[in-house]
């Protein structure tokens, strides 16, 4: 599968975004999708995992109650809706998808799909 993010920009503080990945291939469903971020000169982090039919969701504890992972299936793509955003979100937020495992998983290094990343810049 081919990934591709969009939705990302420039908002201030306390604002919203909402993050799209458009994914390529007829096997979309296939694939559990996950949200990662990476901010200048920090790891990357697990920001929220969907599972393959989107009945299950998993989020960073320092998102929790502000952001909400869903998919669309018959359109190939997750989403990432971003509320109250902080300035120390501020990074790039890159789509990742795998068909292993039974239930999504947190770390990088199980995702063998990734987009290209869309920045994210929240002002204070």
């Known amino acids: 599968v081919q990934l591709q993010a969009s939705g990302g920009g420039l908002v201030q503080a306390g604002g919203s975004l909402r993050l799209s990945c458009a994914a390529s291939?007829?096997?979309?469903?296939?694939?559990?999708m996950a949200w990662f971020r990476q901010a200048p000169g920090k790891e990357g982090e697990f920001v929220a995992g969907?599972?393959?039919?989107?009945?299950?969701?998993y989020y960073a504890d320092s998102v929790k109650g502000r952001f909400t992972i869903s998919r669309d299936n018959a359109k190939n793509t997750p989403f990432l809706q971003m509320n109250s955003l902080k300035p120390e979100e501020t990074a790039v937020y890159y789509c990742?998808?795998?068909?292993?495992?039974?239930?999504?998983?947190?770390?990088?290094?199980?995702?063998?799909?990734w987009g290209q990343g869309t920045q994210v810049t929240v002002s204070s």
């Open positions: 990742a998808g795998t068909t292993s495992g039974s239930y999504v998983n947190t770390h990088r290094g199980a995702y063998e799909y």
């Open positions: 291939g007829r096997t979309f469903s296939s694939y559990h």
């Open positions: 969907i599972s393959r039919s989107g009945g299950s969701t």
